[in-house]
């Protein structure tokens, strides 16, 4: 939170108007010398949530005092130019004749401790929106040397499928991952391995928009995930430094350092983090099937672990300047460098009908380097008080290579080297893969103010993208490399989209608004595997209707319309194996889904509880088997289920049970339906499913904060499969010093070791070739809990003029 300005605070406070009053909060505010403070701004936020609720300056003597419209528990902020901000509370008031006189309230000076950070602390974690919800993600000690990935992991909501590389909300497939508002125009597996690699100190928000409306790009049948990016636009000069070291199963470390100046028509923002992580993750299980190639009935029990080593380096720059009162223009740059090394070790046990045990031994050794730029200009254009105009253009590239060798081993029940019966076991492979992505978007965004009651948005985008993928599987044969013929040599790919869209909002009366709006899309993919384009021409509505009640009481009703769109590697064929009895490879008949939401809210303060009703068609599961036409070898691929129903109640509760600690807890429960026909026999399934969050935090003496969170994901489905439930807690302690001398922070993932997950494939309906399959996959905390401390200060100061806040501007939703 920015610095205010006294005239600014004077604004708001004269705009919210005269109302009823309940209790009286006063004081009197000094400085260091104990002379009073004149004109300091005090302002009153409610506990629960931070909304503004009124305020008042100080008098010349420094006294002050605020009166609350309503009972609660309340937070006060006093700030000044040249001093640090103070905070107390959370004071509570009960009654119209509570008085509660805080005392000399004493402000030191040029503290400089960065606001944002220091108002985070008191947010509360969770808050909704029309929209859907917001996750201050600085509010919690676990942000902190975590990386941009297990944030998202701990998310209310939210499940990550690791094994599969897929985000699911609310139990609905078909998720859209943004940047500040910009798609990642890549697969799930490349954004997961992006975020893997950004470290979580620089986010300053983000955005769970599960009820969008039409100016976002329609993809995402379950909503978007956006990640908001920390962009300092005060003035003067400010230096950031965060590191943090840890230890897992291997060495953890990271460290961002960030630059921010400020005048009064330019800003500029500079952001250098490295980031460390050697860790170990897996899966093992055992099954049985009657595969083709063996032409018998088979047993396996398997294992394959990763030790992996990923390091990566991420720039961010972005900037802006006044031309004049009405004209800004800008950018924004960020480039990621990524490195990761990979060793799996793969034991398979089999027992084949007929034929001697054999156990096989496969190690793969990959390097796989990531490089990805992102860039944007900007100008924002602001023709009166009632119309103004953002055009924003920008460019992303996205380059993978990821070469790969696997050694093999065979040996027989008593351990000895053999060779085994069957020829499709070879001595090894290898494997190269190379893409490219290349992308060009420009959007325009036009806002007019009719009147006091009607607004009105129009926008337009256009996008063009270009793919390739260069890459083949080589086997050895007594010594000799072979390219197998399954696997995939040059596939190119381009993409063309464009859009438009309307909004309105309306104003019906004091308490009733109404925001409407229709998009259009035609988008066109075309492969040159593929004998026939893609192409998609659909409009896209959206409406909310929202109710007050009375103040910080909300009814509000959403309903909008979503496709969830097959990304390149859904549909290429043929891409690569890691077994000689299976294809990993897309799906080139897959269908886009089409999603339609109604969603019921109750908004009073912090709290919400929500109905909702979501019907997809043609859902895209991922990573399901199947067969080839010739029914011989096993095709792990995408598919289309029928449909997917769900009923889904949703609740969150901010509980300030003690003046020292508050309880924020998430819930989601669904009855959810879904059919699929991809397998041998159609089959529906009607199952109930939940999920869980919840961040404890307790306020300690000597500025330290205690935080205690977690999340469970019930038992579910995907698919053919069926998961058990499973989820973690995590454990953090910080530490704030005075005299600007920066936090210390101590966090302990998955306290219980719990990140732990069964998997019955076939769970649900019986699979091709007769497979009965159990299987547990295990991430690194599962073996060892992961200990992290960072240390960060800021140095510098504030101004208290700000410039535009980028993120919350139209012109940063490129795409």
């Known amino acids: 939170m920015k610095k205010m300005t006294t005239a600014l605070s004077l604004t708001l406070f004269f705009g919210m108007g ?33 909304t503004l609720v009124t305020g008042a300056i100080t008098d010349e003597d420094g006294n002050f005092s605020v009166r609350p419209a309503n009972a609660g528990n309340f937070l006060v902020r006093i700030s000044n130019l040249g001093y640090a901000d103070r905070y107390e509370g959370p004071i509570s008031v009960d009654s119209a004749s509570d008085s509660y006189n805080l005392g000399t309230l ?19 974690i969770i808050q909704r929106t029309p929209e859907g919800q917001v996750i201050n993600v600085q509010s919690s000690v676990m942000t902190k040397g975590s990386n941009a990935l297990q944030v998202l992991e701990r998310l209310p909501g939210v499940i990550l499928d690791r094994r599969n590389n897929q985000f699911a909300m609310n139990g609905q497939s078909g998720v859209t991952v943004m940047f500040n508002g910009r798609r990642m125009p890549m697969s799930m597996e490349d954004v997961m391995a992006l975020l893997e690699s950004t470290l979580a100190d620089n986010i300053e928000k983000v955005e769970l928009i599960i009820s969008p409306t039409a100016k976002y790009d329609a993809d995402g049948g379950a909503g978007i995930i956006n990640i908001v990016f920390k962009n300092r636009v005060d003035t003067g000069d400010q230096l950031n430094f965060s590191g943090s070291l840890g230890y897992g199963y291997r060495e953890k470390a990271s460290t961002s350092l960030n630059y921010a100046h400020g005048t009064e028509k330019f800003r500029l923002n500079l952001g250098y983090s490295v980031f460390h992580d050697h860790g170990k993750n897996g899966f093992e299980g055992s099954g049985t099937s009657n595969s083709p190639i063996f032409d018998a009935f088979s047993y396996t029990e398997f294992s394959t672990y990763f030790d992996y080593n990923n390091n990566s380096h991420n720039i961010n720059l972005g900037s802006g300047y006044q031309l004049d009162s009405k004209t800004e223009i800008g950018g924004e740059l960020s480039l990621s460098l990524a490195k990761n090394h990979s060793t799996s070790d793969v034991n398979n046990r089999r027992t084949i009908e007929g034929q001697d045990f054999f156990r096989s031994h496969l190690v793969t050794s990959g390097t796989t380097q990531k490089n990805n730029l992102i860039s944007s200009l900007y100008v924002a254009r602001k023709f009166s ?124 009366g004091e308490k009733s608004k109404i925001n409407a709006g229709l998009r259009y899309e035609d988008w066109k993919r075309t492969l040159t595997t593929a004998d026939d384009d893609f192409v998609i021409r659909q409009f896209f509505p959206s409406f909310s209707y929202q109710y007050a009640l009375a103040e910080n009481r909300n009814i509000n009703l959403n309903y909008h319309r979503r496709i969830s769109r097959p990304v390149y590697s859904d549909l290429v064929t043929s891409l690569y194996y890691n077994d000689p009895t299976a294809i990993f490879t897309g799906n080139p008949l897959l269908k886009p889904s089409i999603t339609n ?13 929500g109905l909702s009703y979501q019907k997809e068609i043609n859902p895209i599961i991922r990573y399901q088997l199947t067969s080839t036409p010739q029914n011989d070898i096993l095709v792990v691929s995408p598919q289309n289920a029928d449909y997917q129903k769900s009923l889904n109640l949703f609740f969150n509760l901010p509980l300030q049970w003690a003046s020292w600690a508050k309880l924020n807890l998430s819930t989601t ?101 007769d497979i009965d399959t159990r299987s547990r996959y295990r991430d690194e905390s599962a073996f060892t809990r992961i200990f992290r401390i960072t240390y960060s200060r800021s140095f510098g100061g504030n101004g208290n003029k700000s410039s535009r806040n980028l993120e919350k501007e139209e012109f940063r939703r490129v795409d």
Not at 20 to 45: H, M, R, S, T
Not at 428 to 448: C, Q
């Open 106 to 124: 004493v402000l030191e000076e040029e503290y400089n401790e960065l606001d944002e950070v220091v108002l985070a602390a008191k947010k509360n």
């Open 385 to 508: 008080e009632r119309s103004n105009i953002n055009v924003d253009v920008g460019y992303l590239t996205y380059k993978n290579d990821s070469p790969a060798i696997t050694q093999s081993a065979y040996f027989d029940a008593n351990d000895e080297p053999i060779t085994p019966e069957n020829e499709v076991f070879t001595d090894g492979n290898r494997g190269t893969s190379e893409s490219t992505i290349r992308l060009g978007v420009a959007k325009a965004d036009y806002s007019l103010t009719i009147n006091e009651d009607l607004q009105t948005e129009f926008g337009a985008k256009g996008s063009y993208s270009t793919n390739t993928n260069d890459s083949k599987i080589e086997t050895n044969f007594d010594g000799v490399w072979e390219v197998d013929p399954r696997s995939q040599s040059v596939i190119e790919s381009e993409e063309k989209l464009w859009a438009a869209y309307t909004q309105f909002h309306v104003s019906l």
């Open 669 to 769: 429960s669904a009855i959810c339906d879904y059919h699929i026909s991809y397998n041998p026999e159609p089959k529906g399934k009607t199952y109930f499913y939940q999920s869980l969050n919840f961040t404890q935090t307790f306020q300690l003496p000597w500025e330290m904060d205690m935080e205690f969170s977690g999340w469970y994901n019930f038992d579910h489905y995907n698919g053919t499969n069926f998961t058990e439930g499973f989820g973690m807690v995590n454990f953090g302690v910080s530490k704030q010093f005075t005299k600007n001398w920066g936090t210390l922070q101590f966090s302990v993932t998955d306290l219980f070791k719990s990140l732990d997950i069964d998997t019955h494939i076939s769970g649900m309906a019986p699979i091709v070739f």
């Open 18 to 50: 005269i109302s009823f009053c309940f209790g009286q909060i006063q004081g009197k505010v000094v400085g260091i010398d104990e002379a009073p403070v004149p004109f300091a701004n005090v302002v009153l936020y409610q506990a629960v949530d931070t």
């Open 597 to 609: 939401t109604m969603q019921l809210e109750y908004v009073k303060n912090g709290f919400s509880v």
